[in-house]
Nanobody, 116 residues
Framework: QVQLVESGGGLVQAGGSLRLSCAASGSFFSRNAMGWYRQAPGKQRELVVA????????KYADSVKGRFTISRDNAKNTVYLQMNSLKPEDTAVYYC?????????WGQGTQVTVSS
């Protein structure tokens, strides 16, 4: 079992920045992937970014490339999402995810609202 707790969401003006954190606890497989999805009102949940456990492989949504950066602190079992140059269309609930060969886990989500 893996538990994920997100933090760092909030309200920010367009052009501003936020950093989301996701603290993971439980039993982990050495090979895993962690990342972030988001879901805006009336829209399907979409991948924002994912990173393999080695950190060498990441996949960003085209809409956030160059603005968002994922990082991992394996010693703290924490994943971060640095979001810069935020746009109103980034408004959504952001979910942290963990996946290994057998299971997928989701956090409870944290709201990000970008005002114009």
């Amino acid at each position: 079992q893996v538990q994920l707790v997100e933090s760092g969401g909030g309200l920010v003006q367009a052009g501003g920045s936020l950093r989301l954190s996701c603290a993971a606890s439980g039993s982990f497989f050495s090979r895993n992937a962690m990342g972030w999805y988001r879901q805006a009102p009336g829209k399907q949940r979409e991948l924002v970014v994912a990173m393999l456990s080695g950190g060498s492989t990441t996949k960003y949504a085209d809409s956030v490339k160059g603005r968002f950066t994922i990082s991992r602190d394996n010693a703290k079992n924490t994943v971060y999402l640095q979001m810069n140059s935020l746009k109103p269309e980034d408004t959504a609930v952001y979910y942290c995810t963990y996946s290994d060969y057998s299971s997928d886990y989701w956090g409870q989500g944290t709201q990000v609202t970008v005002s114009s």
